[in-house]
Nanobody, 123 residues
Framework: QVHLVESGGGSVQAGGSLRLSCAASGSTHNIYFMAWFRQAPGKEREGVAT????????YVADSVKGRFTISHDNAKNTLHLQMDSLKPEDTSMYYC????????????????WGQGTQVTVSS
């Protein structure tokens, strides 16, 4: 079992910043890829950013490129998403995900998911 717990969500004004964290525990030795997804009410789940935790290779969606940064602290087994220049359209529930197969923004590559943390950006 792999357990993922997100934190750091909240409400912020447009242009502000938030830093999300995802603590991983359990049987994580086969986890090589982690990612952030988001989903707003009535909309499809969207991949935001992903990282190879061993080689520090990242990929970020065009919609957040230049504003969001994904990183992983191997010593603490914690994933982060630094979100700057936030826009109202970034308002979503943000989910942490983990897997072993690919550096991917497709949800089916990730068998493990956190419970989500809400991010609300007001104008």
């Amino acid at each position: 079992q792999v357990h993922l717990v997100e934190s750091g969500g909240g409400s912020v004004q447009a242009g502000g910043s938030l830093r999300l964290s995802c603590a991983a525990s359990g049987s994580t030795h086969n986890i090589y890829f982690m990612a952030w997804f988001r989903q707003a009410p009535g909309k499809e789940r969207e991949g935001v950013a992903t990282i190879n935790t061993d080689r520090d290779v990242t990929y970020v969606a065009d919609s957040v490129k230049g504003r969001f940064t994904i990183s992983h602290d191997n010593a603490k087994n914690t994933l982060h998403l630094q979100m700057d220049s936030l826009k109202p359209e970034d308002t979503s529930m943000y989910y942490c995900a983990a897997g072993s197969t690919a550096l991917s923004l497709r949800h089916y590559n990730y068998p493990y998911w956190g419970q989500g943390t809400q991010v609300t950006v007001s104008s």
